[in-house]
């Protein structure tokens, strides 16, 4: 029982953490342009044609 006491706490504490650090993401701008970054995988102007990457 004295192990609840510690757990449901240190979850909450938990839970809050990630929450807040959502909200934080979610106010610089994180998620403002999901297309920009899957369209940027695909862009390949910075290989160069000799092969080497």
Known sequence: MTV???LVP???L???GGLIG???SLRAGQ???LD???LRVLDDTDIDD???G
């Open 31 to 33: 998620y403002d342009d």
């Open 4 to 6: 609840l006491m510690i």
């Open 22 to 24: 959502f909200l934080w």
């Open 36 to 38: 920009g970054a899957a």
């Open 14 to 16: 938990l839970g809050l």
């Open 50 to 52: 000799t092969g080497r």
């Open 10 to 12: 240190l979850a909450l």
